[in-house]
């Protein structure tokens, strides 16, 4: 059969009840807040879906997302998929030239924005020609507040009307948009096929039995969820805008799940453990160490406080996440899981890292993953132990390539002795017992003296002195160098730089050529809310602030 979101969805719809929550948003602090059940979830969003179709749109027309966490998200994600509509994700840290290109370039024709928006859809709507309908989320706080007159009200659409199934034979190929800035260049769509991200998230088999065959039907699937006593709860701490979140809560929805988001808008440590706590979260998906850290700060001084014996697991991707944190919150959860996953927009499933009571994989090994292999820039295969460092390569279940730009796709999905591949541009070595060895994306590899450098491990040694925070690194002109290794750090509470000291740290673990030549204070965030690197930014501070 073919694999579409939306007749899953439908079908476990089918075996749940009032008592399965599909959607949890919390009040503030972790206090208690707004739950959608699996039945009312279908009904929403089979109205949306009408609603939708009714305002002129056909199958394959884009819906742009323009909103932070909450249910809205999600059921206008899975609303989109069953009227067989492309999910555009919008980050909504743009400003106005920004948001214009995404809408513009993904030709959507409906935009979703929370009210909080309302100026910058405004400003934008003589701009974009192709939109058919504007709907703006009022906020959970006045959900009957008034919404712009040129919009139609999300709540009031999802509320009433005709709530049965859409009459409609979706199929496999029906596309979900992940809009991904990258380090350079504009933002590109990456088109993912319904099919391709369901058999990349293991196609409905179950972690817990390996040994149980996948399923297949929509109604298998579902008829398995109907049987299990358990169904797991994600709290999506990093924006669902992003892969690592949006990906996560799809998988768990997927298992007939629920997905639980907070009203804050910056991270609060806080408000997500009492979260954990009130709803009995069994998964969190978070960013690296800059999320974690605040969470286990959290834990650290308030010992005995939070209760967060539900939580199995917790997924990061994306950035580095330190051993030392890991081991942190272990103290505080023995049966706690961290998956510290190697992946992409452009691909799923590269490698993991896992820790747990009974061990951990070191700092930046990952497992590879059963359709990886790794290549040099001109597409030899790296062999195994050599130390030759190439690029991290998936095939099988991959996008279908970068939306109207297909030269940047067949760059990044090229076809290698006849297999299609996914290489993002991270660079990584390939161990004599197969494990990677992260060394970073390619775009802010450094070349210093003729040295190829990656930051990633220059940060990680930074980042385990117990002054260091945070930290990025990179390469700034330099006439001697080439590129001159910089640090930029972010100090730990009433710490001071020595910066003697620092570097005199790294040459114990590193070459002496991978020394930072400088190192310096950050005075801006080096992370964006996402929890990934700036590197653009912070290379800016540092040409500024050295040249000074």
Same mark, same amino acid.
């Given at each position: 059969?073919?694999?579409?979101?939306?007749?899953?969805?439908?079908?476990?719809?089918?075996?749940?009840?009032?008592?399965?929550?599909?959607?949890?948003?919390?009040?503030?602090?972790?206090?208690?807040?707004?739950?959608?059940?699996?039945p009312?979830f279908?009904?929403?969003?089979?109205?949306?879906?009408?609603?939708?179709?009714?305002a002129?749109?056909k199958?394959?027309?884009?819906?742009?997302?323009?909103?932070?966490?909450?249910?809205?998200?999600?059921?206008?994600?899975?609303?989109?998929?069953?009227?067989?509509?492309?999910?555009?994700?919008?980050n909504?840290?743009?400003?106005?030239?920004?948001?214009?290109?995404?809408?513009?370039?993904s030709?959507?024709?409906?935009?979703?924005?929370?009210?909080?928006?309302?100026e910058?859809?405004?400003?934008?709507?003589?701009?974009?020609?192709?939109?058919?309908?504007?709907?703006?989320?009022?906020?959970?706080?006045?959900?009957?507040?008034a919404?712009?007159?040129?919009?139609?009200?999300?709540?009031?659409?999802?509320?009433?009307?005709?709530?049965?199934?859409?009459?409609?034979?979706?199929?496999?190929?029906?596309?979900?948009?992940?809009?991904?800035?990258?380090?350079?260049?504009?933002?590109?769509?990456?088109m993912?096929?319904?099919?391709?991200?369901?058999?990349?998230?293991?196609?409905?088999?179950?972690p817990?039995h390996?040994?149980?065959?996948?399923?297949?039907?929509?109604e298998?699937?579902?008829?398995?969820?109907?049987?299990?006593?358990?169904?797991?709860?994600?709290?999506?701490?990093?924006?669902?805008?992003?892969?690592?979140?949006?990906?996560?809560?799809?998988?768990?929805l997927?298992?007939?799940?629920?997905?639980?988001?907070?009203?804050?808008?910056s991270?609060?440590?806080?408000?997500?453990?009492?979260?954990?706590?009130?709803?009995?979260?069994?998964?969190?998906?978070?960013?690296?160490?800059?999320?974690?850290?605040p969470?286990?700060?959290?834990?650290?001084?308030?010992?005995?406080?939070?209760?967060?014996?539900?939580?199995?697991?917790?997924?990061?991707?994306?950035?580095?996440?330190?051993?030392?944190?890991?081991?942190? +919150?272990?103290? &505080?959860?023995?049966?706690?899981?961290? $998956?510290?996953?190697?992946?992409?927009? @452009?691909?799923? *499933?590269?490698? #993991?890292?896992?820790?747990?009571?009974?061990?951990?994989?070191?700092?930046?090994?990952?497992?590879?993953?059963?359709?990886?292999?790794?290549?040099?820039?001109?597409?030899?295969e790296?062999?195994?132990?050599?130390?030759?460092?190439?690029?991290?390569?998936?095939?099988?279940?991959?996008?279908?390539?970068?939306?109207?730009?297909?030269?940047?796709?067949?760059?990044?999905?090229?076809?290698?002795?006849?297999?299609?591949?996914?290489?993002?541009?991270?660079?990584?070595?390939?161990?004599?017992?197969?494990?990677?060895?992260?060394?970073?994306?390619?775009?802010?590899?450094?070349?210093?003296?003729?040295?190829?450098?990656?930051?990633?491990?220059?940060?990680?040694? +930074?980042?385990? &002195?117990?002054?260091?925070?945070?930290? $990025?690194?990179?390469?700034?002109?330099? @006439?001697?160098w *080439?590129?001159? #290794?910089?640090?930029?750090?972010?100090?730990?509470?009433?710490?001071?730089?020595?910066?003697?000291?620092?570097?005199e740290?790294?040459?114990?673990?590193?070459?002496?050529?991978?020394?930072?030549?400088?190192i310096?204070?950050?005075?801006a965030?080096?992370?964006?809310?996402?929890?990934?690197?700036?590197?653009?930014?912070?290379?800016n501070?540092?040409?500024?602030?050295?040249?000074?």
């Amino acid at each position: 059969m073919a694999w579409n979101y939306g007749d899953i969805y439908t079908a476990i719809g089918a075996v749940s009840t009032e008592d399965h929550p599909a959607l949890i948003h919390s009040g503030p602090n972790g206090s208690e807040g707004i739950t959608i059940s699996w039945p009312a979830f279908m009904s929403r969003t089979n109205r949306l879906a009408r609603f939708l179709q009714n305002a002129g749109l056909k199958p394959d027309a884009k819906v742009a997302h323009y909103m932070r966490n909450g249910p809205s998200y999600i059921e206008s994600m899975v609303g989109s998929f069953k009227g067989r509509f492309v999910h555009v994700n919008v980050n909504f840290r743009y400003l106005d030239d920004e948001l214009h290109y995404i809408f513009d370039n993904s030709d959507s024709e409906a935009i979703i924005f929370s009210a909080e928006f309302r100026e910058q859809a405004t400003k934008l709507r003589e701009r974009l020609p192709k939109v058919k309908v504007w709907i703006e989320v009022p906020p959970t706080e006045e959900p009957d507040a008034a919404v712009a007159d040129y919009a139609v009200s999300f709540n009031e659409i999802v509320a009433s009307g005709d709530d049965s199934n859409i009459d409609i034979e979706r199929r496999g190929d029906d596309l979900l948009f992940i809009y991904t800035g990258g380090t350079t260049g504009m933002p590109k769509g990456v088109m993912w096929e319904h099919e391709a991200i369901w058999a990349a998230g293991g196609g409905g088999a179950s972690p817990s039995h390996p040994e149980q065959k996948r399923p297949a039907t929509a109604e298998e699937h579902a008829e398995r969820i109907g049987k299990s006593p358990f169904r797991p709860r994600i709290l999506a701490a990093c924006p669902l805008m992003h892969g690592t979140a949006m990906l996560s809560a799809l998988g768990v929805l997927n298992s007939g799940g629920c997905v639980v988001t907070v009203p804050e808008h910056s991270l609060d440590s806080e408000a997500l453990w009492n979260t954990v706590e009130r709803y009995r979260v069994t998964n969190m998906a978070i960013v690296g160490d800059a999320f974690a850290k605040p969470l286990l700060k959290e834990l650290d001084e308030n010992p005995g406080r939070h209760d967060i014996s539900s939580l199995r697991n917790m997924l990061s991707s994306g950035v580095m996440w330190s051993p030392e944190v890991k081991n942190g +919150l272990l103290q &505080h959860n023995k049966n706690l899981v961290m $998956l510290d996953s190697f992946g992409a927009s @452009e691909a799923i *499933g590269f490698g #993991v890292a896992k820790t747990s009571k009974n061990g951990a994989s070191k700092p930046a090994k990952f497992q590879i993953g059963a359709s990886c292999k790794v290549f040099t820039e001109d597409h030899k295969e790296v062999e195994p132990g050599s130390g030759t460092p190439g690029f991290i390569a998936r095939n099988g279940p991959i996008p279908v390539g970068y939306y109207k730009d297909p030269k940047k796709s067949a760059e990044t999905f090229p076809t290698i002795d006849g297999v299609r591949y996914s290489i993002p541009g991270d660079w990584c070595t390939v161990e004599k017992d197969g494990t990677l060895t992260l060394l970073g994306r390619g775009s802010v590899c450094i070349n210093s003296g003729g040295e190829k450098i990656y930051p990633e491990e220059i940060e990680e040694v +930074l980042k385990i &002195h117990p002054s260091i925070d945070d930290s $990025l690194v990179v390469g700034i002109p330099d @006439e001697k160098w *080439g590129q001159a #290794v910089t640090g930029i750090v972010k100090l730990v509470g009433g710490q001071s730089l020595d910066e003697h000291e620092l570097r005199e740290h790294v040459r114990k673990h590193l070459s002496a050529y991978k020394i930072p030549k400088r190192i310096i204070v950050a005075e801006a965030p080096l992370r964006a809310a996402n929890g990934k690197a700036d590197y653009k930014t912070a290379t800016n501070f540092a040409i500024s602030t050295l040249d000074s």
